[in-house]
């Protein structure tokens, strides 16, 4: 029989097709799946009723020759996409009793095309993390486990650690995400999964839950470069409820995997090679490198002169943002209140237990360099320098069609690692940040396992408004890669 | 730069974030050290560069003013802690 949990969206949506097995039944199985792997903490509100609902009208419809693109799939959405009447907390303790009255745009292009939701995935506090150790509901549990016997719980990279997990154990078939500085890219590649997040724009951030508005962006994880592309494509869109959302028409996804590399020219772009990369990591680079080469394109080395400077512009401007969008929360409209004496101890008291350590830590950050005499010296200075970094990603693109480098610093580290300096963690996401200052698509894709037996992530890097180009050329090194590793933990009733 | 433990609490103030003693000790040198990070940004030269606000390359759409969309008071007041006669209730503001 066919395994109901182990198949492609792809495979599933052909399935589907040909009358081999129903939604119900594809839904059925994750349902059984997630109960199985409760341990995980992947999701943080469950939806199973709903989602056998979705399957039954799914099959009606497929039955009726009206099935969508995603008909009949079920998905695991990040928390962070406001679900009418379903619970969306961003795993904060600030929002943990909120129920949308409305539907994001996003989530909703997902219902249209007839997707299934399996539930709200969990990940970091407002989107706040590199480990998915910082939710209000608890860490996510990567289902991955290192060979070196000590059997660690390991982080599943953040902020979209749950829709990773979810995806990577077998109890999604794909998931949605958002990327603010990595935070698809990087739980991509800690998970063995391809994680694309598109073009600044090219997705609506209506009903997301805001972070840092000028950065936040949602994209998609498959199991594959075709399935994050297909999941990508319904979520695509312009939406003029979004004014940064472009109107632009959006490209077959898909599609662009029928093309090849042959001619293609890759930038590396040598500031890449930090110091006190380990070895594999450049290894894989490498790597990666030559497969691309084999693959008939063309090898260019570049220079982003501006990349070091990429962190320190992040964790200015994302904070700043941060700071200004959750200034929202003040027990009153919705969410938590803890009351006091009066109005401003009221919001003192709400917002100091609403937000975990992560987010105060940022909104301080923020406020202070927001705050009256050091505007100019932090803010505008970051915002400057952002200037510079775009324009370092024009000048190699003049040189290039796409950029090739590793998406994270490591594998997947344990829980409770790198969490005793703040800056330590940051620079998790060292390799993705770039990128999402110069608001450039991105996505990672498995780029072979650690000595420890763990993924590595691979990223490629496009022009603005060339997710075609990045999906080619991830679609290229996953055919030479041959990931075929799978997690330790999957989500399945043994038979 | 070195924060000291009165720049923290006059940001917290700002951030209306209420923090004990003991959290505004913990976050002293937290912040300093994440500042000190971000202070490397003072070595770029950026004399004649335009702040970069967003990434995309577009103007802002218009559209004509007109009503399109509202009358949603009860699914506005759906979420709040509490609420009268249709409107939010906070704290006594005016003795």
Known sequence: MTDLTNMTMAEALKGLENKDFTSVEITQAHIDAMAASKGLNAYITETPELALKQ???????????????????????????????????????????????????????????????????????????????????GNVISPWKANDGNNADLVPGG??????????????????????????????????????????????????????????????????????????QSMSGFDPKDSTSADLKVPDFAGALAGDVKGLKIGIPKEYRIDGIPEEISKLWDDGIAMLKDAGAEIVDVSLPHTKYALPTYYVIAPAEASSNLARYDGVKFGLRVDGDNLDSTYENTRAEGFGEEVIRRIMIGTYALSSGYYDAYYIKAQKVRRLIANDFTEAYKKCDALLTPTAPSAAFAIGENEDDPVKMYLNDVFTIPASLAGLPGMSVPGGLSAQGLPLGLQVIGRPWDEETVLRVGNALEKAVNFTAQPQSIGKIAA | MSLTKKDVAKVASLARIKMSDEKLEALVPQLSNIIGFVEQLAEVNTDNVEPLASVVDINLRLRPDEVTDGGYQKEILANAPETLEGYFVVPKVVE
């Open chain 1, 55 to 137: 399957a039954a009208e799914s099959d009606k419809r497929r039955a009726a020759g009206n099935a969508g693109e995603l008909d009949g799939i079920p998905i695991a959405m990040k928390d962070i996409f406001c679900t009418k009447d379903v619970r969306t907390t961003a795993a904060s303790g600030i929002l943990h009793n909120f129920v949308p009255q409305y539907e994001s745009t996003v989530s909703q292009k997902l219902l249209d095309a007839g997707a299934v939701t399996l539930g709200k995935a969990n990940m970091d506090d407002c989107a706040m993390g590199s480990s998915n150790t910082t939710s209000h509901f």
């Open chain 1, 159 to 232: 902020s979209s650690g749950g829709s990773a997990a979810a995806v990577s154990a077998r109890i999604a078939m794909a998931a949605t995400g958002t990327d603010t500085g990595g935070s698809i890219r990087q739980p991509a590649a800690f998970c063995g999964l391809a994680g694309i997040k598109p073009t600044y724009g090219r997705c609506s951030r209506w009903g997301i839950v805001a972070f840092a508005s000028s950065l936040d962006q949602a994209g998609a994880f498959g199991r594959n470069v075709e399935d994050a592309a297909l999941l990508l």
